[in-house]
């Protein structure tokens, strides 16, 4: 089993930064790739960004948000810059073992609003 906790959301006005951080714990060793993603109001839930031996993005994030990874500390982060009212969402991290289950954080809420 895995827990994900994640920290770091707020709220900000347009064009801000956060730094949304997610910590792994149990049997993390399992873990092979690590995701960012997001459910805005009346929306779906959407990929933000995944990170593994490569990171991928979004496009509508493409150029703003940077996934980092943290082995050693068990740890993934989101840098989110220049943020935009259409960022607002509850932000969740995922992670997917070798054996392909998944694992969910209970999100952290992110607001963008003047």
């Known amino acids: 089993q895995v827990q994900l906790v994640e920290s770091g959301g707020g709220v900000v006005p347009p064009g801000g930064s956060l730094r949304l951080s997610c910590a792994a714990s149990?049997?993390?060793?399992?873990?092979?790739?690590m995701s960012w993603y997001r459910q805005g109001p009346g929306k779906e839930r959407e990929l933000v960004a995944t990170i593994g031996d490569t990171a991928n993005y979004a496009d509508s994030v493409k150029g703003r948000f940077t996934i980092s990874r943290d082995n050693a500390k068990n740890t993934v982060s989101l840098q989110m810059n220049s943020l935009k009212p259409e960022d607002t969402a509850v932000y969740y991290c995922k992670a997917r073992t070798a054996g392909w289950t998944t694992f969910w954080g209970q999100g952290t809420q992110v607001t963008v609003s003047s």
């Open positions: 149990g049997v993390t060793s399992t873990i092979i790739i």
